[in-house]
């Protein structure tokens, strides 16, 4: 059985894991104020070129995601997002418990442009209507597809002539980062968005996000936004630690490179076996229309995701690919496959 489910079914890269061994039992101070954190926080912002950036740890997205939703907005402003948006589909209603209605957004992409804004906001001039504050990206969307630099600096632009701050999902940035012709970095990130975080669950962390804002008007009381949503783990420092070895000498994007090449060689091998693609994705998750009749030995050979029904005789699957696939798991399964199909 080959696993393509998810990317964070393996607990951890061996740096990581060999980082938070090294902490033993030494003590540290509690709830992100240790030097793990502040060497990580440090370097976050080295690579961000963001000295003034505040950073944050979180320990997933989903908090990440309502938290700082929580602390940007005030209780009558609402948060555009693409209909696949993770806060829209995948989060219990989370943000709207926060108290912050959701504007969704179809797409055929999973990706938002200022075409699909400029609408929303005329349509919310009604004082009577919650007034949309703040726009929410997925990098990489949860459909696999990437933002490119002209299409990010594009949403900036905008958002910051009407008033809109830009919040962007990085639980899977470095897929997207590392992804052909994406053309983005950590620094473009600090001065194209309000706030961002560095996903490490889906690449090669135990757990962890890394929350970065870098205007100093949107940190203040932070950490107390965070503390109120209970985001804010006692034992910070094994956030901070694993950070660390991710961050320091590339090992980070190094994970995220094999994620995504392991990604398109199936990609690539599933379309000559003659399974269409959804769409092409760039990154670490790609999407195949399989015929119904496939499906129960598809199931023996592999782990994945059901993601849509399009038709009665199909179902569109989700494969993703991690820091730990290897290259005779990918092959094992197109071979397995290549008699059935």
């Known amino acids: 059985m080959y696993n393509f489910r ?29 030097p793990c954190c502040r060497r990580a926080e440090a370097l976050i912002r080295d690579l961000c070129q963001a000295p003034q950036a505040a950073v ?11 938290t700082a939703i929580a602390a940007l907005l005030r209780p009558w402003e609402g948060v555009i997002a693409p209909t696949t948006g993770h806060i829209n589909v ?14 969704p957004v179809p797409t055929p992409d999973g990706k938002l442009t200022p075409a699909h804004l400029a609408p929303i906001l005329e349509l919310h001039r009604d004082t009577a209507m919650v007034l949309p504050r703040l726009v929410y990206l997925s990098q990489a969307t949860e459909i696999g597809t990437v933002y490119n630099k ?69 940190q203040p009381h932070f950490f107390r936004a965070m503390k109120r949503q209970g985001a804010v783990l006692a034992k910070g420092f094994l956030l901070g630690a694993q950070f660390e070895a991710l961050l320091k000498d590339g090992l980070y994007w190094d994970l995220a490179r094999h994620a995504n090449a392991m990604a ?42 059901v993601w849509d029904r399009p038709d009665a005789g199909h179902t569109v699957i989700r494969l993703v690919t991690s ?18 199909v």
């Open 150 to 218: 002209e299409e990010l600096e594009a949403l900036s632009r905008f958002c910051r002539a009407h008033g809109l701050l830009l919040f962007l999902d990085g639980a899977r940035l470095a897929t997207a980062l590392t992804a052909p012709g994406c053309g983005l970095t950590l620094a473009d990130l600090a001065v194209l968005t309000d706030a961002f975080y560095i996903g490490g669950t889906k690449n090669g962390a135990l757990m962890g996000e890394a929350m970065v804002i870098p205007d100093p008007a949107l």
């Open 264 to 305: 398109q060689t199936l990609q690539t091998g599933l379309t000559e076996l003659g399974l269409p693609m959804l769409h092409t994705s760039p990154t670490n998750q790609i999407f195949p229309l399989a015929p119904n009749s496939l499906l129960p030995a598809l199931e023996e050979l592999c782990s994945f995701e």
């Open 323 to 340: 820091f730990a696939t290897t290259r005779e798991e990918v092959s094992g399964l197109l071979s397995g496959l290549r008699p059935l």
């Open 90 to 103: 995948h989060e219990a209603g989370s943000v709207e418990a926060t108290g912050h209605k959701i504007i």
């Open 6 to 34: 998810n990317d964070y079914s393996v607990s951890a890269h061996p740096a990581v894991l060999e980082a938070v061994v090294r902490l033993g039992s030494a003590p540290f101070p509690g709830y992100g104020s240790d």
């Open 56 to 66: 944050h740890f979180f320990v997933g997205g989903t908090a990440a995601n309502l």
